[in-house]
């Protein structure tokens, strides 16, 4: 597997948890699971990027400065998966838009992307700027509602990968 690192941005703990959990099961060390302000991008050549949604629709506030770093990386030989952390009842407007903001900021870097195309089966909410194209542009989790889903999917999301770090 070439070098990867599990980058996270989180205010409660859920993404850093869960970072940690996709971390683990990609047999990715500990020392490579960082918070966006203490990641170092450079040396990586996967980018495993998680974010939790805020307000209406917003990152994690850690990722504003994060993001800036990483338009200024040349991005252009690394590989790139998102996943996030949504409230799909009482947000079911903005599920997971932070994986689509990310998404966003970064489609144009000359990223490759992987784990991009997760399917909205089984999901339950309105709306979502991380669905493009009819999937998910990248995991999005619901510890909230639905956190007896969530290492399912994230098992499924690590299968689908793995083979191509």
């Known amino acids: 597997m070439k070098t990867t690192i599990v980058i ?3 205010s409660t703990g ?12 990609l047999g990715v060390e500990a020392v490579d699971v960082a918070n966006i ?5 450079t040396s990586h050549e996967n980018l495993l990027l998680g974010t939790s949604t805020w307000g209406a629709g917003e990152m994690q ?15 252009s030989m690394k590989f790139v998966a998102l996943f996030g ?9 903005t599920f997971c838009d932070g994986i689509g903001v990310l998404y966003e900021d970064l489609k ?14 089984g999901y339950s909410f309105s709306s ?11 995991l999005p989790l619901d510890e909230v509602n639905e956190s007896n889903k969530t290492a399912e999917r994230i ?3 690590t299968a689908e990968i793995k083979s191509k770090l």
């Open 37 to 41: 302000d203490d990641a170092t991008i």
């Open 155 to 157: 098992d499924a999301w």
């Open 8 to 10: 996270y941005g989180s």
């Open 128 to 138: 979502s700027i991380a669905v493009v194209d009819g999937a998910f542009v990248g």
């Open 85 to 93: 952390c949504g409230d799909s009842e009482s947000y079911c407007d």
């Open 108 to 121: 144009d870097s000359g990223c490759t992307f992987l784990g991009n195309k997760v399917s909205t089966d």
């Open 61 to 75: 506030d850690d990722w504003y400065d994060g993001v800036k770093v990483l338009k200024s990386a040349d991005l």
């Open 14 to 25: 859920s993404c850093q948890s869960i970072a940690e959990t996709i971390a683990s099961k």
